[in-house]
């Protein structure tokens, strides 16, 4: 017998005389050596405090509210503490200082995205800007998106927001119980006249396509939804055991053909010679220089079709929520509305009013710090080791910034719960420009992968609720017990962001307009 049948046979015999149990033995006996050694290791290095985490499945962290599960935390182990789930380390902050210094100042290190299988790998093809890691894509995405959505370029907008806000009014006025819907229809013609110039056809068939493809995706990218996101070893299992993975597939197919087909239809349309001046139209002209291909083009137009649409929209829902528990400051915003158009204006105020409307720049600005939209931004990804306040922090942490606690903080924000718009009120009189949206809060995110519409975002939820104030009294419905049922700040849908729950509102018209000039100067 050679020596190599002879230690297979061994090995054979060693394997019989193994029983089951004596099996699970060795077996339970591996994972604790496992974790033992892990231990060891673990405070060989200094991590942040934070909960034991679990064996093998690492500590729990709640799709729902994470932002406040994640404060919590914060006030038993202090302002950095340290998750793992399932051997995915995760630091949370709950201080601006500490999120400053590390994606602001380390933003080199700090500003990749965890590659998440599910909605990442299968449904976007790793094409989606905002969960693309750091690198050369991400570069290329990003700076053609700049091109499109920076301070100057989106001064070039302002009349398409200011016909958009028109038709948000004449939307409400006809059909007031369905203020939800048009305020989406708002936000999200106002990207798609940007991105592919056209506006939705009345059946506004491809808003509800979108509607659909985002409805999913806030809560497909959260990364504690899907077990193979913190186990990718469940990515090697065959498809009959994971139909998880065809799952996200048809939804890749799905939202790929509605964008891909907004980016040809522009395509076409130059081809046949009209001379389009849209985000989509730049990428088709300068697609030598971008480098993109057409899927990462479709999916870059269509992030940005996407990531506005829902944000900004559920903005506006959260002045609604704020306006009906705080009704004293719609009065104020009122008044100041009334005093610097005329109490008879029949035009909403436009850009060209800004710079009066103070107290109204006050209560957006209020709006982006009370009900953060993006409580946890996107959480960022380090690229290497690094030490921090004396804490090793590895590399591949997940980071997250939890702005809704910045913007909850009594050092900064005194009685934080309150929506109190004079806190921005800027103490000298002074006037405030556009820019001045979006300074004061976090409400868009940190470092370089800070949200590249943040100009055009504050200045649409600006308009809109601007808008919303000039036409109607924003008031709660009555309860049979004659009682206004207010709805609750609370209240959330759902995701990594965060929309209002459903509530109701009367929009109640303040003055007499007439519907058919404001629908011409629409049209024009
Ligand atoms: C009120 C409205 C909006 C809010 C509150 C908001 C907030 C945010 C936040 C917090 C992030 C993550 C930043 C980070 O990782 O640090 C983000 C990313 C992003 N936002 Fe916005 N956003 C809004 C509107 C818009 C608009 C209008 C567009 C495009 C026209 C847009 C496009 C994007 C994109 C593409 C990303 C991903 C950036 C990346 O990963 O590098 N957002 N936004």
Redesign the pocket.
């Known amino acids: 017998m050679s020596s190599h049948t002879r230690s297979i046979a061994n090995e054979t015999h060693f394997l019989k005389a193994l029983k089951p149990d004596r099996l699970s033995i060795v077996l339970v006996g591996l994972v604790v050596a496992y974790y033992i050694a892990l231990y060891f290791r673990q405070k060989a290095r200094n991590y942040a405090p934070g909960p034991t985490p679990w064996p093998i499945v690492g500590n729990y962290v709640p799709t729902e509210k994470s932002w406040l599960f994640f404060h919590d935390l914060c006030k038993k182990y202090g302002p950095i503490v340290r998750l793992s789930l399932a051997g995915n380390e995760m630091l949370i902050l709950d201080d601006l200082e500490d999120v400053e210094e590390l ?1 602001g100042k380390r933003s080199s290190n700090y500003s990749s ?1 965890r590659q998440l299988t599910y909605s990442g790998k299968y449904r976007s093809i790793d094409k989606r ?2 969960l ?1 890691p750091y690198g050369p894509l ?1 570069k290329k995405q ?1 700076a053609a ?1 700049f091109q499109m ?1 920076n301070a100057r370029a989106v001064g070039g907008y302002e009349g398409i927001q200011e016909r958009g806000s028109i038709k948000l009014v004449t939307d409400i006025l006809k059909q007031p119980t369905k203020a939800y819907i048009s305020i989406k229809w708002y936000t999200a013609e106002t ?1 798609q006249t940007l991105v592919y110039a056209k506006r939705f056809s009345e059946d506004g068939n491809d808003l509800k396509t979108l509607l659909h493809v985002l409805e999913t995706f806030i809560q497909d990218m959260h990364p504690a939804r899907y077990p193979v996101d913190n186990h990718p070893i469940l990515d090697k299992l065959p498809d009959a055991l994971s139909p998880w993975r065809a799952e996200a597939k048809e939804k890749h197919d799905y939202e790929f053909t509605f964008y891909r087909r907004l980016l040809r239809e522009v395509k076409q349309r130059m081809d046949n010679g009209e001379n389009l001046e849209c985000f989509a139209a730049r990428l088709w002209e300068d697609v030598e220089k971008n480098a993109l291909d057409e899927t990462s083009m479709a999916y870059l137009a269509g ?2 079709f996407e ?2 649409t829902d ?2 929209a559920g ?1 506006v829902l959260w002045a609604l929520v704020a306006i009906l528990n705080y009704p004293e400051t719609m009065k104020k915003a009122q008044a100041e509305i009334d005093r610097v158009l005329g109490k008879d204006a029949n035009m909403p105020p436009s850009f060209k009013h800004f710079e009066d409307l103070t107290y109204c720049t006050a209560l957006v600005k209020e709006v ?1 710090r009370w009900s ?3 409580p946890v ?2 959480p ?1 990804q380090s690229l290497q080791d690094d030490v921090y306040k004396g804490y090793f922090v590895p590399a591949g942490t997940t980071v997250v ?1 939890n ?1 809704w606690a910045i913007h909850h903080n009594e050092k900064h924000y005194p009685e934080p719960f309150l929506f109190n718009p004079e806190r921005f009120m800027p103490k000298n009189g002074e006037k405030l420009g556009t820019e001045s949206l979006n300074e004061g809060h976090c ?5 370089r ?6 100009y ?3 200045k ?2 600006w308009m809109g609720i601007v808008t919303l104030l000039w036409g109607f009294d924003i008031l709660p419905p009555t309860g049979a017990n004659g009682k206004p049922i207010l709805p609750d700040p609370s209240a959330v849908r759902n995701g990594l962001t965060a929309e209002p729950d459903a509530f109701d509102v009367v929009m109640k018209p303040r003055r007499a307009i007439d519907v058919d000039a404001l629908t011409q100067a629409w049209a024009n």
């Open positions: 994606l995205r800007l905002v693309l991400l990003r998106a959505l990207l992030s940005a990531a506005g944000n900004t903005t982006f953060p939209v993006a931004s996107a960022h910034p702005i409400g868009f995110g940190f470092g992968r800070v949200c590249p519409g943040q055009l975002a504050s649409s939820v």
